[in-house]
């Protein structure tokens, strides 16, 4: 994960800095971490899973964009669409059941098994939380990191499973400690896990959202763009990933990938700087905080009381 200078935790929260991290979560910057996710099939039973279906071998470009899309409905959606999209997901994992295959074929998983379900979703957290300063370069205070943490949490309590022992970490620092143990003792390298990172530099053009006549065209140029949008999809990721989990890929973090590293976050805060909202957030983040601010322009103008005015003959 990322190291960032604490402040002590007496410093009250910024609401300038909560609205920022609200942003973040609905920018189009985070895809450049997107594979800071490959630490969800370093639990063995979760790459067994993702192995046996085909689709990440198919085009795991298509995956990371349903997955970033759920993601954002979880986050962005209302109420009611936030839990449609819980009940929806629950309801399709549970075919996501059984042993996997070739080296996976003595792993037996079930999509949902709680230990599982949740290692994804703490995942995903992560995964917003560590890139904002990276994104933004904001280094946020710890108690200002418990509200991030939390903002997130309500997100995505509409995708928890029932019962007790199957909640979500209630606070950042047991969410910490819940990744910290996982890595300790329960992830371990594998051949997916290490697959699927050598292949970021061959990053398929996804199928999704692109009309079959823009795709032909893209392909070639694609093909040529591709090695160099895996190296800073990879760098990006792991630059926030967790020293454990990047151990387990294969993947030898050196002190030029720091440098590398720190580039391209400069970058990217440049763009968080300088891009308009309609390049910077995904649609449905965008409506909605444009949503927020008509409503209050309309509640601008509203009166505070309806009883007559001081010194109308009214009164």
Request: aromatic share 8%.
């Amino acid at each position: 994960m990322v190291t960032v200078d604490r402040v002590h935790s007496e410093v009250a929260v910024r609401p300038r800095v909560m609205a920022e991290f609200r942003k973040h979560t609905g920018s189009t910057l985070g895809g450049f971490f997107g594979a800071a996710a490959f630490d969800e099939v370093a639990l063995v039973p979760v790459a067994a899973a993702v192995d046996r279906t085909g689709r990440f071998e198919a085009n795991f470009a298509d995956r990371g964009v349903r997955s970033g899309l759920s993601t954002f409905l979880a986050i962005w959606g209302d109420a009611e669409d936030r839990a449609a999209e819980g009940n929806r997901l629950r309801t399709l994992h549970r075919d996501v059941r059984g042993r996997g295959k070739g080296e996976f074929a003595d792993v037996r998983y079930s999509a949902l098994d709680p230990k599982l379900w949740n290692w994804i979703a703490v995942s995903g957290l992560f995964l917003v939380l560590n890139s904002f300063t990276p994104c933004t370069g904001i280094t946020m205070t710890d108690p200002e990191r418990d509200a991030a943490y939390e903002q997130l949490l309500e997100a995505f309590r509409a995708l928890e499973l029932p019962g007790r022992n199957a909640k979500l970490p209630a606070t950042h620092d047991e969410a910490v400690a819940y990744y910290d143990d996982m890595v300790a003792t329960e992830l371990a390298a594998n051949p997916f896990l290490r697959k699927v990172t050598r292949d970021l530099t061959r990053l398929p053009l996804p199928t999704l959202m692109l009309p079959p006549t823009l795709r032909r065209a893209l392909a070639p140029p694609w093909l040529l763009l591709r090695p160099v949008a895996g190296r800073v999809v990879k760098v990006c990721s792991f630059g926030i990933l967790h020293p454990g989990v990047r151990d387990l890929t294969g993947f030898r973090w050196e002190a030029r990938h720091d440098r590398e590293f720190e580039l391209y976050c400069r970058l990217l805060q440049l763009a968080w700087r300088t891009l308009p909202d309609r390049l910077l957030l995904i649609p449905l983040a965008r409506n909605r905080i444009e949503y927020e601010k008509l409503v209050r322009l309309h509640r601008s103008v509203a009166l505070e009381s309806f009883a007559p005015p001081p010194g109308c003959p009214a009164r």
